[in-house]
């Protein structure tokens, strides 16, 4: 079995199928923290190009006040993107943060980052590749549905 890396991509890190298996969080794993199960899989470059060519208008056309300023900050933010399957269909898991937090070491390459309570600094969104849409964003303990 081939050992497959992070892709390193303009925006944030696109994991691999090894790392998200493999990845822990402070003796955790990424479904508990973040509700992704296997089967994982790995984004394509042209799928991360697409869908975010629809983040920003996405983050701005929502509904929570924080996703517009976000929007409105988002080229100061990286994203680590994981591939996972639910109810049949394809998801990408968007990990988003600011650059607070990406600038303090380079370790987001290699593991999923968890922010607690992280404010306009974090927020997370699951796209449907499908449907080429956007669900679940949540910016800190905020929800705000799809649409």
């Known amino acids: 079995m081939s050992q497959e890396r992070s892709k390193v991509v303009d925006t944030g890190v696109i994991f ?4 998200v298996e493999s990845s822990r969080l402070r003796g ?4 508990r923290f973040f509700g992704l199960a296997p ?3 790995m984004p394509t470059s042209e799928e991360i190009a697409l869908l975010e060519g629809k983040l920003k208008p996405y ?3 929502a509904t ?5 300023v976000i929007a409105i900050r988002l080229g100061s933010y990286k994203r680590q993107y994981v591939g996972y399957t639910a109810g049949g269909k394809r998801w990408i898991f968007v990990n988003g943060f ?10 987001w390459h290699d ?3 968890l922010v607690m309570d992280g404010g306009l600094c974090y927020f997370t969104v699951r796209y449907d590749v499908s449907r080429s849409r956007f669900k679940y964003l949540q910016i800190s303990s905020t929800l705000a549905g799809g649409h």
């Not at 691999?16 to 790392?19: N, P, R, Y």
């Open 98 to 107: 600011c650059e607070e937090i990406w600038k303090e070491s380079d370790a």
């Open 59 to 61: 983050l701005g056309g």
């Open 111 to 113: 593991g999923l980052e």
């Open 39 to 41: 089967p994982f899989w």
């Open 64 to 68: 929570a006040p924080a996703a517009k």
């Open 16 to 19: 691999s199928l090894q790392q």
């Open 28 to 31: 955790s794993d990424v479904t």
